[in-house]
């Protein structure tokens, strides 16, 4: 299906753009346990296709950071954690990077600090800095980031 579609466009000239993946790193699982997942823009909303243990986790949402979100929650019903800066306590987007970035960038969040430009990374990114945490987690801490910001 794929070499089909891929020569179509390649016949009709049309650009092709293939899935961007990523492979992610679960906290939870078996040691070194990973996951692929890939992302497409499907009538302006943002997709997410999450491989692990022979299964299948396809979402649709506004953006990106959202889909990922219900990503992270099918995933914490089997007690796993992705690492990377999506998931990450510390990590937030803003109102602009979902509105006009699709939800792909998002701040490290630092106590008493504003966010800087040097603080945005990508969500499905990793780093020595991440710190995996559950949806709610994040979300307290974000809250708790802007209450005092």
Not at 5 to 16: A, S, T
Not at 32 to 41: H, P, Q, R
Not at 62 to 81: G, K, P, S
Not at 121 to 130: H, K, L, N, S, Y
Request: with cysteine.
């Amino acid at each position: 299906m794929f070499v089909t579609n891929y020569l179509m466009l390649v016949i009709l000239g049309l650009p092709f753009t293939p899935m961007p993946q990523h492979t992610i790193l679960l906290v939870g699982g078996a040691d070194s346990e990973t996951a692929t997942l890939s992302t497409e823009t499907v009538d302006d909303l943002c997709r997410i296709k999450f491989c692990f243990r022979g299964q299948t986790i396809e979402v649709l949402d506004f953006d990106y950071f959202e889909a990922f979100i219900q990503v992270r929650n099918r995933l914490e019903q089997e007690r796993l954690i992705p690492v990377c800066y999506g998931a990450s306590l510390n990590v937030f987007p803003s109102g602009m990077c979902r509105s006009m970035g699709e939800g792909l960038k998002a701040y490290r969040l630092k106590p008493g600090q504003m966010v800087k430009g040097e603080d945005l990374v990508g969500i499905f990114d990793t780093g020595p800095d991440v710190i995996p945490a559950t949806v709610s987690g994040q979300r307290e801490y974000y809250e708790q980031w802007l209450n005092k910001s």
